[in-house]
């Protein structure tokens, strides 16, 4: 099983950067494709970044391309999620969530994280 805890999320000012970190304590990172996906009250769900278990395949939304960067250490069974040039539509919960590599960009996840808040102030 995959158990995934975040942390980084705050309260910042369109233009600030945050990172946001989520650890694996399952003991089965390196086989996982991860991602950050973000929920807004009254928004869709958005897959925002993914990357596969190798760190090869990396995937964006068009809306966070070129602000956003994600990655992995497989040794430390961390994943980040470099957010730099926030804007106000940024703020949501964001999530990390895992699932066994299938379909590329991935959809569906069997672990989430508890979340963390990010809030942008114009």
């Known amino acids: 099983q995959v158990h995934l805890v975040e942390s980084g999320g705050g309260l910042v000012q369109a233009g600030d950067s945050l990172k946001l970190s989520c650890t694996d304590s399952?003991?089965?990172?390196?086989?996982?494709?991860i991602a950050w996906v973000r929920q807004a009250p009254g928004k869709e769900r958005e897959i925002v970044a993914a990357m596969s278990s190798s760190g090869i395949l990396i995937y964006y939304a068009d809306s966070v391309k070129g602000r956003f960067t994600i990655s992995r250490d497989n040794i430390k069974s961390t994943g980040y999620l470099q957010m730099n040039s926030l804007k106000p539509e940024d703020t949501a919960v964001y999530y990390c969530?895992?699932?066994?590599?299938?379909?590329?960009?991935?959809?569906?996840?069997?672990?989430w994280g508890q979340g963390t808040q990010v809030t942008v102030s114009s």
């Open positions: 969530a895992a699932r066994n590599l299938g379909r590329w960009p991935p959809r569906d996840f069997g672990s």
């Open positions: 399952g003991r089965t990172f390196n086989t996982y494709t």
